[in-house]
């Protein structure tokens, strides 16, 4: 997946969450798993997705051709969860979202 980043001024308003959710809903209709990269000093990013079950894979330099402030980066996967469960992620969504 991609970056999100959403402006400071919009921040913790549920955008990321509810854009990462969008994405993951059409990649889990693709594959049973789904791949991100992250600067470990991001720890906002590594909390936004632990919440789709995201783990980490692997610590690297580089990945593929990104490199990484302060010189390491991480490898985290998740998989596709089961229907119901990936539904009420989606109804939560929704709740924590009233905005969007």
């Known amino acids: 997946m991609g970056r999100v980043t959403v402006i400071p001024d919009l921040r913790r308003h549920g955008i990321a969450r509810a854009l990462t959710q ?6 889990w209709g693709q594959d049973k798993s789904t791949w991100y990269i992250v600067n470990p000093a991001n720890q906002a ?3 936004l997705h632990h919440q789709w079950g995201f ?3 692997a610590s690297a ?3 593929h051709t990104t490199t990484f402030t302060g010189g ?3 490898l985290m996967r ?4 089961e229907k119901d469960q990936q539904t009420r992620f989606s109804v939560a969504l929704l709740r924590l979202s009233p905005a969007l």
């Open 22 to 27: 969008v994405r993951l809903d059409w990649i």
């Open 45 to 47: 990013s590594i909390d």
């Open 55 to 57: 783990t980490e894979v």
């Open 61 to 63: 330099e580089k990945f």
């Open 72 to 74: 390491v980066g991480l």
């Open 78 to 81: 998740a998989k596709r969860p």
